[in-house]
């Protein structure tokens, strides 16, 4: 990558925290200058962008420090940027959020269409490109792509390049067993928008997900007069509404699911309870294993106390 004549470049020799590093190697800089530095996202290693001040540096790495105004930031209720790279940017999508428009040609506010203002304000040529989506309803990690060729290849090699998909739901009721794997196959009606499961090969797509209960709720709701169970899901396979679809088969449907569950109908929560945990992928570029997680909605355990 060509840096800007006002970038200062700097080789890591030993292992350290960030902090410390730029403190010893940008002239005694005080430490809430680098914090400055750091809050206006203007430091890299490799290329990925830094706000951590404890971020561990390993022997070999390259941080770039831009003695320019920085990058702009992101502020925005609904999605917060976890990584950001020249190749990819991965975020955090509250509920209530279209990953894309519906229709061609909305204005409604989407993941998309925040993340495209975002990096045309750094560069005016520069494109987001969607890798793959979440339910409006659904929180949690995304990835999008900053070119259309690595969103090709991403799409096209993806069940290859994942190497941990979880999630979270609050599902209705108790699983029986406790953990285990479902495996059905899937049929999407498109005209309906709504998937059917069946437990034999009808034709439709394999869909298998392991899960596991981690937590119980200790006495039924006064709201509905059940229990509540906060389940780990994770996916060999990526089928449209895969998670909300099997867990209703089982008995046990996200909350707060108008499609496949009893919807806000005495739900404690208004929302469908699923968030997209942790996504874990090899890097098109570096190559290299990439891991993010999101913390759980405090919501979520609130039911479960």
């Known amino acids: 990558m060509i840096k800007r004549k006002q970038d200062t470049v700097l080789k890591v020799t030993e292992s350290a925290q960030l902090m410390d590093f730029l403190i010893s190697k940008m002239g005694g800089m005080a430490k809430s200058s680098v914090k400055q530095l750091l809050g206006q996202r203007r430091v890299k290693v490799g290329n990925a962008i ?33 990584y950001e790279d020249d190749d990819l940017i991965v975020v955090n999508k509250q509920p209530g959020l279209l990953t894309v428009a519906a229709t061609p040609g909305s204005s409604e506010t989407t993941a998309y269409s925040i993340l495209r203002a975002y990096v045309k304000k750094q560069n005016a040529r520069a494109g987001i490109y969607v890798v793959h989506r979440l339910d409006r309803e659904t929180s949690g990690l995304l990835v999008f792509a900053r070119s259309e060729e690595l969103q090709h290849y991403m799409r096209e090699y ?26 059905t196959w899937l049929t999407e009606d498109k005209r309906n928008a709504v998937v059917y499961s069946s437990p034999v090969d009808d034709g439709g797509d394999i869909a298998i997900t392991n899960y596991k209960t981690l937590r119980v709720s200790s006495q039924p709701s006064v709201i ?23 867990l209703a088969s089982k008995g046990c449907p996200v909350v707060g699911d108008r499609k496949y569950g009893h919807g806000n109908e005495s739900s404690p929560i208004d929302r469908l309870c699923l968030h997209a945990k942790v996504l874990a992928f090899i890097h098109p570029v570096t190559e290299k294993v990439v891991r993010f997680e999101s913390p759980v909605p405090k919501e979520f355990n609130r039911v479960l106390l």
Do not use: C, M
């Open 158 to 183: 993806w069940r290859e390049l994942v190497q941990e998909r979880t999630y979270i739901a609050l599902a209705e009721g108790v699983l029986e067993p406790r953990e285990g794997k479902i495996t």
């Open 50 to 82: 830094q706000t951590r001040h404890d971020f561990a540096l390993k022997t070999g790495d390259v941080v770039t420090v831009s003695s320019g105004r920085g990058n702009s930031q992101l502020t925005h209720p609904k999605l917060k940027i976890v």
């Open 224 to 246: 509905s007069n059940q229990l509540y169970s906060l389940v780990e899901l994770h996916l060999e396979t990526g089928r449209t509404n895969q998670i909300r679809v099997h």
